[in-house]
């Protein structure tokens, strides 16, 4: 199943933007692309997961092949021309995580007793 999120982008009015909230399984795959920017290319993209640069990430759409439960973030874009730039609101990725897939920390407590020799 492909899951898409649509971001719209003006370079004339700083912030004008969707953004949106969407709720995905692991391993599907996801797009993450801006619907409309308007101003003068050509334009520079930089994608930002929870405001951190994802180095790479620098085309008009952020493609996430297989969801995994880290994915599970917000994602927004930067997008930049000779005017200056301009950041998108963020768009909302939820990752159903299975019951089976969670990662349960495990404490054990080992109790031991020794009996001295006798003299």
Known sequence: MKTAISLILSLLIPVLALSSETTVNIGERVEIYIVS??????FTYQWLKNGGIIPGATAASYIIESVVASSDAGYSVVV?????STRSD?????VNVPAGNAVLG??????????????
């Open 37 to 42: 920017v308007d101003g003068t290319a050509p």
């Open 80 to 84: 930049t021309n000779s005017a200056g």
């Open 90 to 94: 963020t768009a909302r990725l939820n």
């Open 106 to 119: 495990v404490k054990r407590t080992v109790t031991t007793s020794a009996t001295p020799p006798a003299p």
